[in-house]
């Protein structure tokens, strides 16, 4: 069992920058995938990016490429997602998911824990 638990989200204005922390439970960090996905009201849980246990492979969803970076610290438990030049358009609940023995898949369903959520909201 993972447990997962996100902070950093808050209120920004378009431009401006946040970052996301999830600090998981346990000691087997490094053999998950793990991912961040946000969820606007009304609309589906959409995938943002994610990264291999290692660190060595990432990914991203074409409308954060060039904006937003995932990290991890292994030896730390955490996954880190800096928002640069956040857009109104980017207002959600963000979430940390973990995937065991992924790779780092862009789809809900491959991901076994989640936490439970953090609120970014970015005003024009």
């Known amino acids: 069992q993972v447990q997962l638990v996100e902070s950093g989200g808050g209120l920004v204005q378009a431009g401006g920058s946040l970052r996301l922390s999830c600090v998981a439970s346990g000691r087997t960090f490094s053999k998950y995938a793990m991912g961040w996905f946000r969820q606007a009201p009304g609309k589906e849980r959409d995938f943002v990016a994610a990264i291999s246990g290692s660190g060595g492979s990432t990914s991203y969803a074409d409308s954060v490429k060039g904006r937003f970076t995932i990290s991890r610290d292994n030896a730390k438990n955490t996954v880190v997602l800096q928002m640069n030049s956040l857009k109104p358009e980017d207002t959600a609940v963000y979430y940390c998911?973990?995937?065991?023995?992924?790779?780092?898949?862009?789809?809900?369903?491959?991901?076994?824990?989640w936490g439970q959520g953090t609120q970014v909201t970015v005003s024009s």
């Open positions: 998911a973990a995937d065991y023995g992924g790779v780092g898949r862009p789809t809900t369903r491959d991901y076994d824990y």
